[in-house]
């Protein structure tokens, strides 16, 4: 069993999915419907967003900070399309109902031991945590505190219409209320804070070794335009039974007349997020020296991947198209995918 914590600290978190669930508030709220709670000890701030007006996914999903709203942005931006590289790359905690089949065995056991019953076909609460790079899993004691008080706050604005009328006069004005609290004589008191909705955007420090760059640069121009392109691999690896499992990503330049894949690189998150991407640009110009020529242009589709490759497409004078899909790369990803699921048939993330 991986470090699952105490069952009793566990018992809040059930009573208040069973509120959450009986006020079925995806019948009402859509997913853009967003808000925030500030926790009044670690003053994280989490934004709330309802699952399951569509009837297909029921969950409460908390996205952890800047990083998690505006993963969450940038999600509802694209396009409309499953994107699973962006969404398993946003931090954020999750109180989902899924059917049993859906739990691992440590869930089952917790919700026997609090002494609930069976609750149907679609009503078992399942908590995880999405860590960029890695597999849902299990949350921490810090978590489980934390996801305790914002869903505490998400049933007072769920029940309190005012509230939820705030909700989207907010967005409508690019704002987003946000639920906190200060300690008068012992005891928190809560109340409604309106703050811009848009996080600051992160700047990330890209190191670019200068020898590889000139490397690079003195390779011959070439008119051929490349598509780059980061997708994770949703097949998870798990190195020992207990441990959490993580995903592999890989990076492609594949040829855009020809639609061949030119380069590709298999890398992992062991080294922290931030440190996973601001290494990326120099996983490319790697994989540009092993094709052997500079392109005139490169095409990227994801905002991030743009703004991390802009320093060494400046300095290599090659040209930024930026597009909205790659059916071909997409094409390729599914195929590995079904490749590798035929090979090793899938299990569960916690086996």
Known sequence: MPNVVSVSRWRPLY???????????????????????????SKKIGTVSIMGNIGQHYAIAVYLGHEGLRGFIDLQSAENQPNPTLFMSIPHLQLSFEK?????????????????????????????SFR????????????????KTVLEQT????KDLSLRNQVGLCLDEEKILTRK??????????????????PPDKEYVVHIDAELMEQVRALPAAPKQLSLDLQILLNPIQEKKGKQPYFAYLLILMDEESELI????????????????????????????????RPEALLIRYETLADLHAPIIKE???????????PAIDGFIQGLYDFTRKQNPPHHFFS
């Open 15 to 41: 009573e208040l999915a069973q509120q959450i669930e009986e006020l079925k508030p995806w019948r009402e709220m859509v997913e853009t419907e967003i808000f925030a709670v500030q926790d009044p000890e």
């Open 100 to 128: 049993r089949s859906e739990l691992d065995e440590n869930d089952i056991f917790i919700f026997r031991e609090l002494g609930y019953k069976s609750p149907g076909a679609r009503g078992w609460p399942l908590f995880r």
């Open 132 to 147: 960029p790079g890695f597999a849902p899993w299990f949350l921490e004691n810090d978590e489980i505190s934390f996801l």
């Open 155 to 158: 049933i007072i604005v769920l």
């Open 181 to 198: 609290a200060k300690r008068i004589k012992g005891d928190y008191h809560w109340t409604s804070e309106i703050r811009p909705l848009y």
């Open 262 to 293: 030119l380069h590709q690189e298999m890398l992992t998150v062991a080294r922290g997020w931030d440190d996973f991407l601001t290494e990326l640009p120099a996983t490319t110009l790697k994989g540009i020296q092993a094709i052997g020529y």
């Open 316 to 326: 290599l004078k090659i040209k930024l198209i930026n597009v909205d899909e790659m």
